[in-house]
């Protein structure tokens, strides 16, 4: 798998496979005449001896994408997921396999990660150590006892330090989106190709909790008498499926393709699945 960008580049220096620009690479796209001042290295002289004038070979740019990994590290990143294992594993094998397919393809990734707390950045660099570095920051950062989730904050930090046009992972988990949410969503789609990665809670009604009593990382417990009540389990369950309905939607209108993970075994499928539709979006 790689990553692909449906818009076509309109810099030099932005990312992308293939480029409107010409320039140097392996890929030959066509031949035309010289002019005063063209690189007689590029000159094609097979192709002028048989035309009779002196012709240029032109090759297609190739560009690397710039990737930012932008994750939510705040303490409810640090709780039970939907799936069993911690929040912030699968946040950290979703960057990690995001990042790990655009450095195999010589592209550019960094990080921008954090919380109300403030941010913290790692630069665009294209190797494996890098990666590895950025996996441990974002493992490091998230801590059931730092502070609480600032995504709207996280975002805007990316508008106005990120000038370039990116790749943006954004891994946070399943709190509901505002109208500030919203409002800065639609200001980034505009500039950048945004991927969402939503790591779902822990199931409260799950059979396999029936008999604990769960501690909730923003303080208080939440008693198992409370989980026999078939009304609130009623209630619960539709609420979530409403908040996860309400996401998807506010995803489809601001173009922002978009999936849920409950487990570190759900983020490879959803990932690549994430890369098929950007691949087929227009």
């Known amino acids: 798998m790689s990553l692909h960008v449906p818009r076509k580049v309109n810099g030099l220096l932005e990312g992308e496979y293939t480029s409107r620009h010409k320039g140097r690479s392996m890929d030959f796209d066509d031949l035309r005449e010289y002019i005063r001042g063209d690189d007689v ?18 090759y297609v740019a190739v560009r690397k994408h710039n990737v930012l990994v932008v994750v939510d590290t705040g303490r409810s990143m640090s709780a039970r ?26 592209d550019l990734v960094g990080m921008l990660a954090g919380d109300a707390a403030g941010v913290v950045r790692a630069p665009q660099r294209e190797s494996d150590a890098h990666l590895e570095q950025i996996l441990r920051c974002i493992h490091s950062r998230i801590d059931g006892a730092g502070a609480p989730s600032d995504v709207v904050g996280l975002l805007e930090a990316v508008r106005r ?29 505009v500039q950048h190709e945004i991927l969402w990665l939503t790591i779902n809670d822990t199931v409260l009604v799950d059979p396999a909790l029936a008999a604990a009593d769960l501690v909730d990382v923003a303080g208080g417990r939440l008693p198992a008498a409370l989980r026999d009540d078939p009304q ?30 409950g487990a570190e075994a759900d983020v490879i499928p959803s990932v690549l699945r994430l890369l098929e539709r950007t691949r087929h979006a227009v």
């Not at 699968?90 to 195999?104: D, E, R, T, W, Y």
């Not at 409403?242 to 993970?261: F, H, K, Q, S």
């Open 41 to 58: 290295k590029d000159v094609d002289w097979k192709a002028s001896a048989r035309s009779g004038s002196i012709l240029l070979k032109r």
């Open 81 to 106: 997921a939907a799936g069993g294992g911690d929040k912030r594993d699968v946040a950290v094998m979703a960057a990690g396999v995001l990042g790990s397919i655009a450095v195999q393809h010589g």
């Open 161 to 189: 330090s990120i000038a370039r046009r990116m790749t943006l992972l954004i891994v946070t988990d399943d709190a509901p989106l505002t109208a500030a949410h919203r409002a800065i969503l639609r200001r980034l789609r």
């Open 232 to 261: 609130l389990c009623g209630e619960y369950a539709a609420g979530v499926r409403d908040a996860a309905d309400r996401r998807a939607v506010t995803m489809r209108e601001l173009g922002i393709v978009a999936e849920d993970i």
